[in-house]
């Protein structure tokens, strides 16, 4: 599985963001998805996670009520919504797919190029 982040940018503290991850592979739909997160200095974060049909989700603590997970198998894409961003949530973010449905980033095989979000106050 190739995976292709996009939709980062700069916004202002209070906006929302919208991140996409395209995959190639036609084994998309078997995959648990997630987004991860990586600020300078700090280890790499987990976000989010979405099963394989997007019937269940898992948000960190810090992104509940903010973010949104997705999914949508027949475009081979997950989505992070994410919405009240705050300086804190300046970070490279990647996608990743995995077989297990987990928060740790060694639990996950392949990995997306990574996506700049930087927040301002």
């Known amino acids: 599985v190739q995976l292709q982040a996009s939709g980062g940018g700069l916004v202002q503290a209070g906006s929302s963001l919208r991140l996409s991850c395209a995959a190639s592979?036609?084994?998309?739909?078997?995959?648990?998805m997630a987004w991860f997160r990586q600020a300078p200095g700090k280890e790499r974060e987990f976000v989010a996670a979405i099963n394989w049909n997007g019937g269940s989700t898992y948000h960190a603590d810090s992104v509940k009520g903010r973010f949104t997970i997705s999914r949508d198998n027949a475009k081979n894409t997950v989505y992070l919504q994410m919405n009240s961003l705050r300086p804190g949530d300046t970070a490279v973010y990647y996608c990743a797919a995995g077989l297990y449905y987990r928060s740790s980033y060694s639990e996950y095989d392949y990995w997306g190029q990574g996506t700049q979000v930087t927040v301002s106050s």
């Open positions: 592979g036609r084994t998309f739909s078997t995959y648990v």
